[in-house]
């Protein structure tokens, strides 16, 4: 179920960073890791901690319910 998860924050996050126009590298820069890093995120295979997700949030205007909504059972 994790790595459900893990896949389905990643598609929202990558089509979030899609629709406001950012590039993978701005993005990975935001949440503070390499573009790699956040290239796995994207295609969840790997599970991004708050920390990184926090600066990318407050850059969209969401919140963390926001991006979870309809996510979790």
Do not use: W
Not at 47 to 70: N, S, W
């Amino acid at each position: 179920m994790n790595n459900e998860i893990s896949r389905l924050v990643g598609a929202r996050l990558e089509a979030l960073r899609k629709e406001h126009g950012v590039t993978l590298a701005s993005a990975a820069v935001m949440a503070g890791v390499c573009v790699r890093t956040y290239r796995k995120f994207e295609r969840g295979e790997g599970i991004i901690c708050v920390d990184h997700v926090l600066p990318l949030l407050r850059y969209y205007k969401m919140t963390m319910d926001q991006l979870l909504e309809g996510l979790l059972p």
